[in-house]
Every structure is written in structure tokens, then in C-alpha cells.
């Protein structure tokens, strides 16, 4: 599906993959709504497309909240009407602790956002894609939901459950008009553990670290690729593919390596 002159809607839109895959849709001649918990951080994705100004709106909502989901749809009717695809990026990460350290109180927030926020995104918007010549769902879920990570299980479990959500999507909606992919993201150059409120030496310095740590614009340029050719598993980034092809190989020995390389983190 080429994104010219369709009509998108991208959670997480304030900051990191998302606000870069927002600029991408719009340089490629899309119209999009853009996503965030954050109103300041929209503003600044607003303030970075001026040249796309008329093709841009900014909607806040906690995606983790189903009522305020449920209110997107007729906003975006209200604006563009109508609607060709969704892009759910929006996700945060835990705590580096180990689930028996972890309080059920983070557990809950983040399968809110990273699960139960993708499934609300999918349901409130299917009806409304379903009325179009051809659309497209994209999920973004991470290397973390093929492969355990130790430290972040409950994330990795979430974006598991993105990962499965996705796959039963695609089968259920093979016979329509909808296209639909999961991207699994390696390490990427965002702010996501500052914003989680988190700070681990996970996100290796790019410079430093013995595999290239994605920008955001490569990962939305992978994100809005997979769209436009309708693809279905896409691994991004080179630690992304290394771990899915060790993983394939060898899932026990794939967990026991990341589990030996983490054990300083988990002391």
C-alpha cells in the first residue's frame, strides 16, 4: 500500500520511532494523526512538520485508558474522514528488576500500555479500515517478545503478547483488505528509559557498543517500509536478526547467552 495521500494514525507520536515514522508518513505525502500521552511533546512533533502543517493533527490520549481509545476514531473522522492505517508504537519498558522484585502496580501499567493499548488501538479502529479499498495495522513489539531478556520479563512478556495479537490479526483478516505486520526493534537511540523512568546501561552508547544501535529515523524508515510492501515479521536492526536467527537455532542456548551477558545488571 502506498502512503500517499492516506490517512494514518500513530501512537506514540510525541517522541523517539514514533515521532520519526509521524515525519515519514508525512514526507511521503500521507496525512497523519499523531498520538501521545504527552500534549508538550506533540507540540514539538507539530513544531518539527511546518512544512506539513495542513496534513498533521495531534490527539492526547492514554492509550492504556479503552474509553479514551474508543474516542479516536470520530476524532479522526471529524478531521480527515476517513482512516487507512494504524501504526501502534507507543510502548514503555519496566524497571531492570526481576518479577519477584516487581510490584504488581508497574506489572499492570505495563501491559496497559504496551498490550492492552495495541488491542485497544486494533479494535477501535478495524471496523473503520475494513470500509476501505486497502488499509494496514502495524504493530510495533521487540526482539525482548521472541527472546527473554532477564530484568525485563513483564515487558518482553507484553510485547509477546503484541507479537501473538498481531500474527492471530493477520490470519483473521487474510481474506480482507487489510494488510498487517509486527516489527520487532533492536536498540534504538530513544529516550524510552528516561521516559519509563529507568536507567540501565541496556541502551549501549552506538559508539561503543559491539552492534550499531538503530536511529529512530532508520526504524521508522524499516516501519514505514514494511507497510508500503505489506510485510509481515520484520526484524530491526542487526541484533534484532542475530538474536531471532540464534533463536531459531537454539531458543535455550539464545536465553542462556543474554541471560550470562546481564548477570552484572541483575547483581
Not at 66 to 89: A, L
Not at 110 to 133: D, E, S, W
Not at 166 to 171: A, V
Request: proline share 4%; net charge neutral.
Amino acid at each position: 500500500m502506498q502512503v500517499n495521500e492516506k490517512v494514518f494514525v500513530v501512537t506514540g507520536g510525541g517522541n523517539g520511532i514514533g515521532r520519526a515514522v509521524v515525519l515519514t508518513l508525512l514526507e511521503k505525502g500521507a496525512k497523519v494523526v499523531a498520538i501521545d500521552i504527552n500534549p508538550n511533546a506533540l507540540s514539538e512533533t507539530l513544531r518539527l512538520s511546518t512544512t506539513f502543517g495542513s496534513k498533521l493533527r495531534t490527539y492526547t490520549a492514554n492509550i492504556s485508558v479503552r474509553e479514551e481509545v474508543e474516542r479516536i476514531p470520530q476524532f479522526v473522522m471529524d478531521e480527515f474522514g476517513s482512516v487507512d492505517g494504524i501504526v501502534n508504537v507507543a510502548g514503555i519498558i519496566q524497571p531492570f528488576v526481576t518479577v519477584n522484585d516487581m510490584d504488581y502496580e508497574r506489572i499492570e501499567r505495563v501491559f496497559n500500555v504496551n498490550f492492552y493499548g495495541t488491542l485497544y488501538m486494533c479494535k477501535a479502529f478495524i471496523p473503520h479500515l475494513l470500509q476501505r479499498p486497502e488499509a494496514h495495522i502495524l504493530n510495533v513489539s521487540s526482539m525482548g517478545g521472541f527472546v527473554p531478556v532477564p530484568g525485563q520479563t513483564i515487558y518482553g512478556a507484553s510485547k509477546a503478547a503484541v507479537k501473538l495479537l498481531t500474527e492471530g490479526l493477520k490470519s483473521e483478516l487474510m481474506d480482507t483488505n487489510i494488510g498487517v505486520s509486527v516489527v520487532f526493534p533492536g536498540g534504538v537511540a530513544t529516550e524510552i528509559t528516561k521516559n519509563s523512568g529507568v536507567e540501565t546501561r541496556l541502551a549501549a552508547d552506538a559508539d561503543t557498543s559491539k552492534i550499531r544501535v538503530l536511529t529512530p529515523q532508520e526504524a521508522a524508515d524499516i516501519i514505514v517500509n514494511a507497510i508500503e510492501n505489506n510485510l509481515y515479521h520484520v526484524y530491526a536492526g542487526s541484533d534484532s536478526k542475530m538474536l531471532n536467527f540464534m533463536n531459531r537455532l537454539s531458543p535455550k542456548r539464545a536465553a542462556l547467552m543474554i541471560a550470562e551477558q546481564l548477570k552484572s545488571l541483575m547483581g
